[in-house]
């Protein structure tokens, strides 16, 4: 099996992030994947890949010249001699689909958001039969596919992108006297929720301990994020597992997610998570257990869940450690390499 991978962009994060991880068990099931990107944008998922030993390769256009990519995309595919398309994210599923229809390939798509905008939503409800088998990453995604996209029950399956690691850098216990760390990884992008999170910290009721909270990740929404104040910025974090090693809560306050694979990270590093209840954070934390569930979009109640948490800071390890035990238990690599198997001999089966 010669399979083209094909991907929006490899750009740190996101849906780049997984793929060293899921090409470990393509190859040892004998697959011989390629990626191909339609674009660079910041090419920090490049160098895992390169140390993964796979093959990239990257086109020079941009976001929006989607008949240049198409044509680069099915010249690729061509001389790759793929005998099987896999793609991710709605533009490079939808160029990817046209592909196989041209070439007469089996088409295997990822989706990985449980919301799409509506011109993007009604595409991939025109177009689904056109890839064979559908990969949700995630319940909350799986029941999005089937709800939403119209996606039928017998062409759907679910690999969870995440793959836990016990060896993961952990994170240190709050101590009386230090401040609380609190802190995200994301793009700073709207969609992420951090000014939502900015409002929230000038909500916080006083006499509560001091508290840092430091956003990682780059994006347009700098110069808004930097303008309301209270959240520290340092741009892209090279090493995430150990960032998330130095703090004590992790907030992913986002409008809209599918798995969230840093939120997975943070409980994975025992931090216990104070999430929006959307997408697979809604399935993974358990409120009051492992962290806490607000609603998206409301500073008012995200205010009143860090407050109670930071009321008692010692309270943090505990809650970190069952979110531990949680993610390890749930995304172990035996269950992540299992389900991945299943979909090879699928696409083989086609």
Known sequence: MRLAYV??????????????????????????????????????????????????????????????????????????????????????????????????????????????????????????????????????????????????????????????????????????????????????????????????????????PPIITTIAGEGAARPALEAAGGLALPGYAERPGEWLAALHLYVQPSRSEGFCVAAHEAMQAGLPVLGSEVGEMAFSIVDGATGRLVPPGDPAALAAALADLLAEPERLAALGTAARARVLERYAPARFEAAGRAIVARLAAL
């Open 7 to 208: 991907i929006n962009s490899v750009e740190g994060g996101g849906a780049a992030l997984p793929v060293p991880a899921l090409s470990e068990v393509l190859r040892a099931a004998g697959v011989e994947m390629t990626v191909l990107a339609l674009t660079r944008r910041d090419g920090r998922a490049l160098p895992a890949m390169a140390a993964a030993g796979l093959a990239v390769r990257v086109r020079s256009g941009g976001l929006t010249d989607h008949g240049a990519a198409l044509r680069w995309l099915d010249r690729e595919i061509a001389a790759l001699g793929a005998t099987h398309i896999w793609t991710s994210l709605s533009r490079a599923t939808l160029l990817g689909q046209l592909v196989g229809l041209r070439r007469r390939l089996p088409v295997a798509s990822w989706q990985h958001a449980a919301w799409l905008r509506p011109a993007n939503l009604r595409l991939l409800r025109a177009t689904r039969r056109l890839s064979a088998i559908w990969v949700a990453d995630s319940d909350a995604v799986a029941r999005f596919a089937t709800e939403r996209m119209g996606v039928p029950a017998d062409r759907l399956m679910r690999w969870p992108i995440f793959r836990a690691d016990a060896e993961a850098p952990r994170a240190r216990p709050w101590r009386p006297g230090e401040p609380v760390r609190i802190g995200s990884l994301g793009r700073l992008h709207p969609v992420k929720g951090y000014d939502v999170l900015a409002e929230a910290l000038r909500r916080l009721p006083p006499g509560l």
